[in-house]
């Protein structure tokens, strides 16, 4: 029989920064579900949680597709429970201007950035609503509020779910559910980040654990005071 006595935390992107950060940090109270492209690093990262005494359900799934976020959602629901957290950290960056990035590229970018969240948010607030309580936070970016020319795709993409979080929030707040948009206005300390600029020195980048640190805030604020919106930046970012 499955425990349902423990909250259920869902985290969809999980990567090698700040997702794994996200893991870490709610595992520490709830039961997670990692949602991610590719067993084998969802699987090792599940059984690190598990050997810190966290509970963690990989669960693979393509964020740009409905039918298997459709699955993941059930999934979770019949293995874990109802979902008390949704961290939705999915995100393709590519970088290009007007001429240079393929209407697949700018469709495949909104479905994972933007068209991923809704569906996985649909999925799961009408549990949330018939509790009269749950959290949903999306990842945001520099390019969500003053995109680069070279942010043809992700620019509108990051836009829509900023959107997106603006009508949630106004639409479910009133009815218990905290919706947030957490903007990450810098370079992420991650493999990725390194690759793309090995010139840029760790202290000018945001440290995943630290914004890790955010996002549980946000996630447990009295209903008093919410945040709707928030950057978080390195001190050294100009902006």
Do not use: C
Request: no cysteine; charged share 25%.
């Amino acid at each position: 029989m499955t425990d349902r006595s423990q909250s259920v935390a869902v985290i969809v992107g999980v990567g090698a920064g700040l997702g794994a950060a996200l893991a870490r940090r709610f595992a520490e109270r709830y039961a997670v579900a990692l949602v991610a492209r590719g067993q084998e690093k969802l699987d090792a990262l599940a059984t690190e949680l598990g050997r810190a005494d966290g509970k963690a359900l990989a669960v693979p799934a393509d964020v740009s597709k409905a039918d298997e976020i459709e699955r993941a959602a059930e999934r979770i629901r019949r293995e874990l429970g109802e979902v008390d957290v949704l961290l939705y950290n999915a995100a393709m960056r590519p970088f290009g201007r007007l001429m240079e990035t393929k209407p697949s590229t700018f469709e495949t970018t909104w479905r994972v950035n933007a068209f991923g969240a809704f569906l996985w948010s649909r999925a799961i607030v009408p549990a949330m609503l018939a509790r009269g309580r749950g959290v949903i936070l999306f990842t945001g970016a520099t390019a969500g509020t003053k995109p680069f020319a070279t942010s043809a795709a992700f620019g509108p993409a990051k836009f829509a779910l900023r959107g997106l979080a603006q009508v949630m929030a106004r639409d479910l707040g009133p009815q218990g559910v905290h919706v947030a948009y957490v903007n990450i206005d810098g370079a992420i300390d991650m493999p990725f980040i390194h690759r793309l600029r090995p010139d840029l020195p760790k202290e000018d980048m945001l440290q995943p654990s630290a914004i890790a640190e955010t996002y549980w805030h946000i996630a447990h604020q009295h209903p008093s005071a919410w945040t709707q919106e928030v950057d978080v930046r390195p001190f050294k970012e100009k902006f």
